[in-house]
Nanobody, 122 residues
Framework: QVQLVESGGGSVQSGGSLRLSCAGSGNIYCSAWFRQAPGKGREGVAAIRGVGDTGYTDSVKGRFTISRDNAKNTLYLQMNSLKPEDTAMYYC???????????????????WGQGTQVTVSS
């Protein structure tokens, strides 16, 4: 059974950077980062399938980069030029079935981490 453990969240000022990590091993075909701000639904932020197939929600394009180090069984989310509206609980998710693309939909994933908080102050 695949288990996911996130780390790297914290507090940062607007314009700053953070890198989130998600450790987890197993037959993972694609992975993603989601976030949920207080009072809002969970949103797909970035997803990756294989090495070069990635997808991003429009609000983070050009600022966030998703990557995966298979040797370390770790998923990353590099977040640059952070804005207060990026404040949320961030979750990593994994899919152990074949992926047709880098999904940003919650329903595509069956395994979830516990979340790590990101707070961006203005």
């Amino acid at each position: 059974q695949v288990q996911l453990v996130e780390s790297g969240g914290g507090s940062v000022q607007s314009g700053g950077s953070l890198r989130l990590s998600c450790a987890g091993s197993g037959n993972i075909y694609c992975s993603a980062w989601f976030r949920q701000a207080p009072g809002k639904g969970r949103e797909g932020v970035a997803a990756i399938r294989g090495v070069g197939d990635t997808g991003y929600t429009d609000s983070v394009k050009g600022r966030f980069t998703i990557s995966r180090d298979n040797a370390k069984n770790t998923l990353y989310l590099q977040m640059n030029s952070l804005k207060p509206e990026d404040t949320a609980m961030y979750y990593c998710a994994a899919r152990t079935d074949i992926c047709g693309r880098a999904y940003l939909e919650q329903t595509a994933y069956t395994i979830w981490g516990q979340g790590t908080q990101v707070t961006v102050s203005s």
